[in-house]
């Protein structure tokens, strides 16, 4: 009687060969046969956006040349020694110079590539020092309320009942407030400044994030990954911010890219109003409130273009070349999202 009776054989097929395959070309970040992981793919899919790196390259430059654009003390130590601007933001040159006048036009002798403003300061080193607080206060804005958010929106989202229904209706209630009033309202009580900026921006921003993320955890903690860690025992905080919230940050990543301009605009707008910096402090947007009521009619019936164009051309670059990283971290997000379920899922 045959030993092997009962037994089914299937040819061609080779268990070491099976176990030996090299990985999918998708899935593969170089020859050597090491996993590449969901982010790096991202990564990889963003660097071939030429659009993407180009703003990438641009928000850098700007950056760059606000840090170095004057000299940076904290507490009385110079931390930053470098001085790219030719002038001091705040100095009035004509006191110094008489032949610097009051909206001088852009001029290269004497060096003054941005002309000057109604008090005779160059504009050109009040462009790069205002930068500082329009672009600053942006990430750390957006660093804040991504933060609050997606703690908010994943301990919401991964308990469901009564706890959601709460964290939800405090979400509710801050939605109700336009978002840009309540933040004039914030800086009309606390007055203006740059921590009263962030305040004003803060407060009702991360309402946005915990709605996102809530979102995309009542959908992940279906998983059966997630299923089997509890079931293994692990700790609620684990589950959710080890394989809930990794596996559904990404469109929080791509909203935070393209708020960061938001919130810029939107500094530059408190500014306008005369509700920003106090009147005279290099940013764009208060720098911008100081000129409209020349903009129509400048002294000697010439129109000072200068005093308006390169501060809001300053703020014009660089939320455009914001919204093209978000538009790229977007595409490439949504490229290895694609090569996640084509491959048959997650990390």
């Given amino acids: ?124 080193s009040r462009v790069l020092v205002g930068g500082r607080a329009s672009i600053s206060i942006g990430f750390v804005v957006v660093f804040i309320t991504a933060g609050f958010g997606l703690v908010y929106g994943a301990i919401s989202g991964y308990y469901g009942g009564w706890v959601d229904e709460i964290m939800m209706r405090i979400v509710d209630t801050v939605f109700a407030f336009p978002a840009l009033v309540l933040a004039l309202v914030i800086v009309a009580i606390l007055g203006g400044g740059y921590w009263q900026l962030v305040a004003a921006f803060v407060f009702p921003g991360w309402a946005g994030y915990a709605r996102l993320i809530r979102g995309e955890i009542l959908s992940v903690k279906q998983n059966q990954y997630v299923t089997a860690a509890q079931a293994l025992g692990a700790r609620d905080r684990s589950v959710i911010f080890r394989h809930v919230v990794p596996n559904a940050v990404a469109p929080l990543v791509v909203q935070a890219s393209l708020s960061i301009g938001t919130v810029v605009i939107g500094v530059a707008a408190l500014g306008f109003l005369g509700l920003g910096f106090p009147p005279g402090t290099p940013e764009w947007g208060t720098m911008l409130d100081a000129t409209r009521e020349t ?39 949504d490229a290895q999202s694609n090569v996640d379920v084509g491959q048959g899922g997650g990390n």
């Fill in 1 to 124: 009687m045959s030993t092997q009776r009962g037994r089914i054989q299937i040819s061609g097929f080779d268990t070491e060969r099976v176990t030996e395959r090299e990985p999918l070309s998708e899935w593969t970040a170089d020859t050597s046969g090491t996993t590449e992981g969901r982010w790096a793919r991202a990564w990889r899919q963003f660097r071939h956006n030429r659009t993407a790196m180009l703003g990438l390259s641009v928000v850098a430059a700007m950056a760059i040349l606000t840090i170095f654009a004057r000299p940076i003390e904290i507490a009385g130590l110079t931390v930053q020694p470098i001085s790219l601007a030719p002038y001091d933001p705040q100095n009035i040159l004509y006191l110094q110079d008489p032949s610097v006048g009051r909206y001088d036009p852009p001029s290269l002798v004497p060096f003054h590539p941005m002309g000057t403003d109604a008090s005779g300061r160059d504009m050109f």
């Fill in 295 to 333: 903009i129509i009619q400048g002294p000697g019936g010439s129109i000072p273009w200068w005093a308006t164009v390169f501060p809001g051309g300053a703020i014009f670059i660089f939320v455009m070349a914001m919204n093209m990283i978000g538009d790229g971290v977007n595409d490439a997000l």
